[in-house]
């Protein structure tokens, strides 16, 4: 039987030196059986205060404690790193990149549930995971499921925003019942991970708020400046200007 693992990650920073200071992590083998892990893990490269603002990790907290290869959960998500099983994050590209950067080779099947909610929520003006918390209200039915599984909820923590995360699979997958309702919803989450999403509206810059393909027509230059200078675009912005262009 598939493992589902849901996991997130805090870090000393978003660099590429950046490495893992915290890993929350849910093994969900059952609806009855959800093994939970929350650990803090040392590291070589010094916590930046950027980061230290957002998850409220400091020095001090990591002091004796295990590197990353040495915690529990890194032996479990070895363990079950088989394509059968599944590898769940939301905006999994960052988090599993840093799992590389401490030697992880990755066998799993992925859900991104950031691309999943772009694609099944597309409707919605954002979908990082603690606005998604409040537009579904999720924060209502989450005091009970922490309770059950013991956990503690704060915002940016890693096992806080997993157990936010866990509860918002459901909503994605009750949608993909909806609209796929003869295909396997793990099976299709994990293909929309792959599925780049066209981008309806930007986001940012000069014409936040303005659909692309208004843009496209009275100024398709910007959209060209933006491909060939925004060097930190992610896949779904490029795919599409592509798109445009």
């Known amino acids: ?102 030697g992880f080779k990755n066998q799993y099947t992925l859900i991104d549930t950031l691309r999943c909610a772009k694609h099944l929520y597309n409707e919605m003006p954002y979908h990082r995971l603690q606005y998604l918390r409040y537009a579904l209200e999720l924060y209502k039915i989450e005091e009970k499921v922490a309770n059950d599984l013991e956990i503690v909820i704060k915002a940016h923590d890693a096992i806080g925003d997993v157990l936010v995360m866990k509860l918002f699979l459901s909503k994605l997958v009750q949608k993909v019942q909806e609209l796929y309702p003869q295909i396997n919803p793990m099976i299709k989450l994990a293909e929309l991970t792959k599925t780049p999403v066209l981008i309806k509206t930007f986001k940012f810059g000069k014409y936040k708020g303005t659909d692309v393909a208004e843009v496209a027509k009275k100024d398709a230059g910007y959209l060209l400046w933006m491909r060939d200078n925004m060097k930190d675009l992610d896949e779904d912005m490029r795919f599409t200007l592509d798109n445009f262009l």
């Open 1 to 102: 039987m598939a493992k589902y693992i849901l996991f997130d990650t805090e870090t000393t920073g978003a660099t590429e030196e950046d490495k893992i200071i915290q890993i929350g992590m849910m093994i969900v083998h059952n609806k009855n059986e959800i093994e939970v892990f929350d650990e803090l893990c040392s590291s070589d490269v010094a916590i930046k205060l950027e980061a230290m603002e957002v998850h409220n990790i400091t020095p001090s907290m990591l002091e004796g404690k295990n590197s990353f290869q040495e915690t529990h959960s890194y032996e479990k998500l070895l363990k079950y790193n088989e394509s059968e099983n599944y590898l769940i994050a939301h905006n999994i590209s960052f988090d599993l990149g840093m799992l590389e950067k401490e």
